[in-house]
């Protein structure tokens, strides 16, 4: 339990390091906050910016290139037989480097029982992100076609290593390389992401990663589309395939319909309707997705 | 020589729109391309901002914000804001497409000293959103001129 702490602590140190030692000391002034409502996206389950399940180009926290900011969330997913909570802290510095953490805790309730792992058996991950901005500005760049392109890299550790290697899979840590490109269409007011990740997760790395006959990493592809109802409210849907790596299930793509409110420069909130697809050999695996997110 | 003199006289003639409680600025040459922006095709758009009446509304409401929003206050203090409402207004009147002309100084040179950053501009495209929302411009409207206007950044954000 104290692990969240230390990495808050951390998160803080880095921050303070970065707002004292920051290029944006030259030339400009320092300002925090500053961003336009929503083009920080909301926080992703694996903590990224981004929408709820595939991550942006878009960096986190309401900084511009003058600044440093960061965000908070806690989201909760119930499906017929699972339960996904996930915790996450992110911070952003100059609208170019995101680092970000998250826990994810995948309660199998009632499900463990059926599974032989014991009724209320969780798995537990976490992730380390990390997130760079090469080119493009998503929203300014109206009158160019190229999107804002981001890469990154999510460093997964899940728990309990012994049953997830009974369960096939080949290893308890693994590494997701991802490259995102965003763009507004202002004046169809719509957003759209296009992501593709290089991983071997099974079931995001809550199930391990990769599996005896299957331990290859394979690219796949994240998709967002959302439209700008207002300026504060996106509606939209995603997609997210997958690897199917274990034997003793089938895994599918996941998506969502959302919709991200901001209720103010500080808080949003996002609702939607996940489908995970099948996990752990139950079938349809869908419902209602909450998350609530904080920033400066 | 005779082109010399259509041209002086053009500008003079120009130069004649502005009203007579403004500030002299400085001699330019007046173009619709110092607006720095190509303007829309069709009045559509114009029509969902309630045409010229409905765009002046919008720009005055606007420049109340320069002088309240406590992230332009003080880059605004020294503006003339009867030349800057009516210049700005004959710009927007231009971009989405209305039968204006703008009159006003080019973009960049007329921003490029000023030091304006990022949260700035935000500020200020937040509160031109909150005074489209209140003359009721629909959101799909709203998004058609900022994308016209989001490129001035290079122009605007120089430092
Ligand atoms: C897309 C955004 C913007 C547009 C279209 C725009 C347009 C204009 C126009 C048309 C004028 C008057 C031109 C003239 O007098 O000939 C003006 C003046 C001015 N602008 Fe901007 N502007 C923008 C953004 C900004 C921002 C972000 C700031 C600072 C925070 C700013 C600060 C000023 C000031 C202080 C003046 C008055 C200059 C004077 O009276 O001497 N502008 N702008």
Same mark, same amino acid.
């Given at each position: 339990m104290s692990k969240p702490i230390y990495i808050a602590l951390a998160i803080v140190t880095f921050e303070l390091v970065i707002s004292l030692t920051s290029p944006a000391w030259a030339g400009s002034e320092y300002v925090w906050g500053g961003k336009l409502d929503l083009t920080r996206g909301v926080s992703t389950i694996e903590g990224a910016g981004g929408g709820g399940l595939v991550p942006w180009a878009l960096i986190a926290g309401n900084e511009t290139k003058d600044g440093v900011g960061g965000q908070v969330s806690a989201t909760s997913l119930q499906t017929h037989n699972y339960g996904l909570t996930a915790y996450s802290a992110a911070i952003g510095a100059w609208d170019r480097v995101e680092i970000s953490f998250a826990r994810q805790?995948?309660?199998? #309730?009632?499900?463990?029982?059926?599974? #032989?792992? #014991?009724?209320?058996?969780?798995? +537990?991950?976490?992730?380390?992100?990390? $997130?760079?901005?090469?080119?493009?500005?998503?929203?300014?760049?109206?009158?160019?076609?190229?999107?804002?392109?981001?890469?990154?890299?999510?460093? $997964? +550790?899940?728990? +309990?290593?012994a049953l997830l290697h009974a369960l096939g899979s080949r290893r308890a840590d693994g590494v997701d390389l991802y490259v995102s490109a965003t763009k507004l269409y202002l004046d169809r007011s719509l957003l759209i992401d296009a992501t593709l990740r290089l991983t071997r997760a099974n079931q995001f790395g809550l199930l391990g990663f990769g599996s005896g006959p299957r331990d290859t990493y394979s690219l796949q592809a994240e998709g967002s589309v959302g439209y700008l109802l207002t300026p504060k409210l996106l509606v939209g849907a995603e997609i997210r395939t997958k690897p199917d790596n274990l034997a003793f299930a089938k895994e599918t793509q996941a998506g969502d319909l959302f919709a991200a409110l901001a209720l103010n420069k500080a808080v949003s909130l996002t609702l939607a309707y996940v489908d995970l697809g099948s996990v752990a050999t139950f079938r349809r695996q869908s419902g209602p997705y909450i998350s609530m997110q904080a920033g400066f | 020589m005779r082109l010399g003199l259509t041209l002086a006289a053009s500008i003079m003639i120009l130069a004649s729109t502005a009203q007579a409680d403004e500030k002299a600025v400085e001699p330019y040459v007046q173009s619709d391309a110092n607006a720095g922006v190509l303007p829309m095709t069709t009045d559509a758009v114009f029509q969902a901002f309630h045409g010229r009446d409905g765009v002046d509304r919008i720009v005055h409401r606007l420049n109340w914000f320069h002088n309240h929003d406590p992230r332009l206050v003080d880059t605004f203090k020294a503006a003339d804001n009867e030349r800057l409402e009516r210049t700005l207004s004959e710009m927007l009147c231009y971009i989405l497409g209305g039968p204006c002309h703008y009159t006003g100084r080019e973009m960049k040179d007329l921003h490029k000293d000023m030091g304006?950053?990022?949260?700035?501009?935000? &500020?200020? %495209?937040?509160? *031109?959103?909150?005074?489209?929302?209140?003359?009721?411009?629909?959101?799909? &409207?709203?998004? =058609?001129? *900022? &994308? =016209? *206007? &989001?490129? *001035? =950044?290079?122009? %605007?954000?120089?430092?």
């Open positions: 805790d995948f309660d199998t #309730g009632k499900t463990g029982g059926r599974l #032989g792992l #014991g009724s209320g058996y969780t798995f +537990h991950q976490d992730i380390y992100g990390a $997130k760079v901005r090469l080119a493009g500005d998503a929203v300014f760049d109206q009158d160019r076609w190229t999107p804002q392109v981001a890469v990154g890299v999510e460093y $997964k +550790h899940a728990s +309990h290593a | 304006v950053q990022v949260f700035q501009l935000n &500020a200020q %495209i937040e509160d *031109l959103q909150t005074a489209m929302s209140e003359e009721h411009v629909p959101v799909w &409207a709203q998004n =058609k001129l *900022l &994308a =016209k *206007l &989001a490129p *001035l =950044k290079r122009m %605007i954000v120089v430092r």
